[in-house]
């Protein structure tokens, strides 16, 4: 025996010898306090919650080092129900080394989900597409919408910027804003996008608020507009700040950004994260989808190059495809195929595609992005090395919630059923060849341009 320790009913450590007592207090705990040390912490509960005595190795990490200890926990051993803990071996050695880059991944993922408005800059940093929600930004998603091609710095005031411009983007990643119409605090980040070469072929652009908008004044804003859909501007806004914030805590807990932690839990909190994703996402498509079947929806079309499009939503993909081991095969520099339509929400659809065929192509393999001219249409083609549709599953492909009896891939089947909606409201269609082994070949077509 090494050493000893006392619990009471309501999990706190009373007493404890070194090194229990030591690592107690390097995990942030006291003594007597609750009980820091998490692997513990779930070894005394279960011991009391079954009235059994409870031994096994348990893992812990205290920011200096790692600890595996060999632990014996004895309940009800006195009428106040305390705990008696006993450890019978203890070894510690070096922490493991963190992957820097997946830090900076997670850290792009939490920026993500807790942003209010989202952008994608060119090289420039000049805005090429805007979204955003909230109620006290409505102004500035207006501006920078109606000013698409500007560097988005020109729309928000940065604090203590004394700089000229245009600022490095180095410089303003996780620089602090100033919004005019919001009393909140905001900060920038900006991820990125490769490109051949040393510097980026452009950047996703997040504004993350100090504090979220309540949910109850997501909704009171959205209702005095007029334009108040259950799920659209009602549901969707209420939920998304609160999910978004489970997320960005769980995240934060798998990466360990908050103190040190055992594997296991890392792990439930990666789980967390996941369903909150998938939640989110499936949250984001029924709002979606109330916009595409409101009466009167229309889209604002313009004069684009598809071309141009695919190259982008390839660029925003690349990361997650190469993850994979998957090339994405897109247009090359410089050629063209001018068409009319949404920009925005060709690059929806686009996107949407590709996300589909990265998650259902086997690793190491391909998908194509093709261009084509026919008649008075414009065609952009995704083909993928999947395993392909038979003519049933063509045929209920792009139908209301459809999976094709898959489970647990994150999806919500409303994804094509958007995007074909979106394709038909800007006069053209979305559609599907595929044989079974033989991958699959989804077809944007909208009208051709000048």
Known sequence: MLARGLADRDDHLLSADEPLAGLQLRCGGDLPGTIAIPALLEIVRNARRYGLKLARPITAQDGIESVTAWIEVQPAIDPEGSCAITVRSWRTGPLPQDDPDAAIRRRTEIDRTLAELTARLDARQCLLTVEGEAADLMTLVAAMRAGIGRPWTEYVKIEGDGHRQPMHWRLLDGAELRIEGSDRRWKAALVPIEAPGDEPGGFELYLVPEVPLAPAEQSAAMASSGDYRLIGTDLAPALRQPIARIIATAET?????????????????ADIASAGQHLLALIDDMADLAVVEAEGFSTTPDSIDLSDVARRAAGILGVRARERGIAINAPRAGATLPAVAEFRRVLQILLNLLNNAIRYTPENSQVWIRLERTGDRARVIVADQ????SAQA???????FERLGRSGDGGSGLGLYISRRLARAMGGDLTVESTPGQGARFILEVPLGA
């Open 253 to 269: 807990i798998r990466a360990r950004l908050a103190g040190p932690l055992d594997d296991a839990y890392s792990a439930y909190a």
């Open 394 to 400: 063509q045929a209920r492909v792009f139908e209301k």
């Open 386 to 389: 999947g395993e392909g549709l």
